[in-house]
């Protein structure tokens, strides 16, 4: 690697590092971009090059991780970790939370963890991170050429 792409790389990885320590703040594109010292769109294609998904898609999957630890512990309603986790929809943070969880939030709260109890800390966030689908749209396409 050359200089320039570790130093791209250290950009990258302090606007990732803000994501994963302030999911629950309003951040946007931008706000992003301006703490990887990039412009907005040099961003977005840098991150995507090197963490294979979007920023947005980085930050959706840290929210919805983090949703997903509250919801088992039921203290919380869904409205309330919506809220916790940076949300400001409950609509399309039950639309996200369903894409990646494969569950609605409610179904997701209401199911047994207790087998997650005995589990560290750090093996639990391994298991239950959701992982996105991948889009179907280029395999629908091949199929159709031919």
């Known amino acids: ?4 792409e570790l130093a791209n790389l250290a950009h990258l990885r302090r606007a990732r590092d803000l994501m994963d320590r302030e999911y629950s703040h309003p951040l946007d594109v931008p706000a992003l971009a301006r703490a990887a010292l990039m412009s907005t ?3 977005s294609r840098q991150f995507r090059a090197a963490y294979g998904e979007t920023p947005y898609s980085y930050l959706m999957t840290r929210r919805i991780e983090r949703a997903m630890a509250l919801l088992r512990l039921r203290e919380l309603s ?3 970790v919506c809220l916790a986790v940076g949300c ?3 609509g399309s943070f039950s639309a996200s939370f369903t894409r990646l969880a494969g ?3 409610t179904a997701y ?5 207790s087998a997650l109890s005995s589990v560290p800390g750090c093996v639990a966030k391994d298991v239950t991170r959701p992982h ?4 179907r749209i280029g395999e629908a396409d ?5």
């Open 1 to 4: 690697m050359t200089p320039e």
């Open 41 to 43: 769109a040099h961003f």
């Open 78 to 80: 869904v409205t309330e």
């Open 88 to 90: 400001t929809s409950l």
């Open 103 to 105: 569950e609605t939030p």
């Open 109 to 113: 709260r209401a199911r047994d963890h």
């Open 132 to 135: 996105r689908q991948r889009s």
């Open 142 to 146: 091949r199929r159709l050429a031919a």
